[in-house]
């Protein structure tokens, strides 16, 4: 019987878990709601008895546990370092210990970026890949560099901080106190506050209808849903593609891939986002030399990549 | 006796020749004019007879030759593909094939910028690192990536273009077509065209003096010995800080080196931009994870970080 791997993927509203073999076949997955107020170790308690049911259904015991953990984490140490997406931001927490001390197996952990990078890496489209750039395009925008063939980590686990590339100097203020990262003018969240005001202004009146007028429940979504009706919804998705060209030109000038990987709830917006953004790149980089050999696509395994990363990571440990 | 092997760096107005040991040991060095109206069959017959000259005085034959190029070259096909600072432009040369017939010896090519940040790996500041950062500031900005030890090239070795990140979308048209690279912000010649800018409206009154108000005189150089008087001169180089801070900052969130080196005449302004550059940069990523660990220091090599990049490349051959 081949050895059983767990992938869990924290995010700031649910933890997703996925029971599966080395080669990515999954037999068990479900999910439960994070409450991060709850603080570290109870999250931890109520993620390792709900990997617990999901092994006894299965009938065997894990042979070690990967987690992707939104923020900044040392993979080589197993200590969260600073989680700005949960309430009490799980400053130096031992939490590969703690689980690994609950589930009594192996515990590793990585960034939920890079975590679903090394998923597309293993499992998804950069399977047989030298060089790829991973973009997560979500409530910010993660990321993630495999180069020949390994992902790409740094000392603390924090290479690939792809979202936080200044491209405008003197753009909206980031979260991370610079103003103008990539995930200020293009992140699923910037995307919707455009289509709220464009609602707000009255400028889009097929997305007011689909949502009651509600800025609450506008979502890129729904904004990709209206983009054919309402023309400064589209318009507000293709200038977020200009400004992830850009943020993706400028990985491509610096580390030339064969592939480039969009990932993230954004990437749902498919070719309509995709389109404006493959002609945007090709026009800026081929300038400098021929693009002919990139790839520009959407992840393959799209809400699943974090936990299939997780699996490749539970199996395979950190790249080396 | 050992190997003698040969560097040539071709620049714009000059080349650069020098015979050494694999250990970077020189024996002879010296430079010509490159003239490259004349086009490329000629100035490679320059060389060759250049080469050849020195290699009489020292009684020896080389092994192999390494040559540095300004622009767009295959190292891997030998070719150079677009160079658009010599006046021909050497549209796919087979340079690498041609000097080799001349010389009699296998020759390397490689993109200048690439070979300046090989010479810094193997014989400057980079000698025992793993993760570097090289940016070549002058005429324009170029660079460097080594990842895990090795250069990183790419397929058509133009991986490290890091003077063509986008750093402002509405900034200056650069000569690549695309607005607000890096190097239309704060190469060499963008920093000499605001002290000229500075001194024409009477803000420079030093650098006025020092240059007899000729803007052909002014150079970054002359900048930085008035920079203690007109204190605008000093705010125009810590301006050009700023943006150097940015496009190293955007290199470090994505690779996070253990060491970044500043080449290229800019680079002999020293602390003058250093300060203000790693204040700014420690400032910017510091707010992601900590930096404490990054060095940023001036290459150790200067102006002879291209040919010795080329005396590795004679000797080691392109990295892989």
Redesign the interface.
Known sequence: MPDLFVGVDVGGTSVKCALASADGHILREGSIPTESHEGPEAVLDRIAAFVQSLSDEVGRKPAAVGMGLPG?VDPHLGYT?YLPNLTTHWRDVPAADLLSKKLHCDVHLLNDARTATYGELIFGRGKSVN?MVFMAIGTGIGGG?V??G?L?L???G?????G???????GPLCG???HGCLETLASGTALAAEGIRLMLVGMAPALHDAVDGDPGKVTVEIMGQVADQDEPVRQAITHAG??LA?GV???V????P?LVVIGGGVANLGELLLRPMREDIRA?VG????VD?IAIETSQLGSKAGVMGAIALASRGLPT
């Open positions: 900044l370092r060089t560099l180069i020949d390994k790409r740094g000392p603390l924090a290479a690939g901080e792809l936080h590339q200044t491209i405008d100097p003197t991370c106190g610079n200009f400004y850009i030109s400028n990985m000038v610096a580390v030339h064969e800026r300038r400098l030399f021929p050999g």
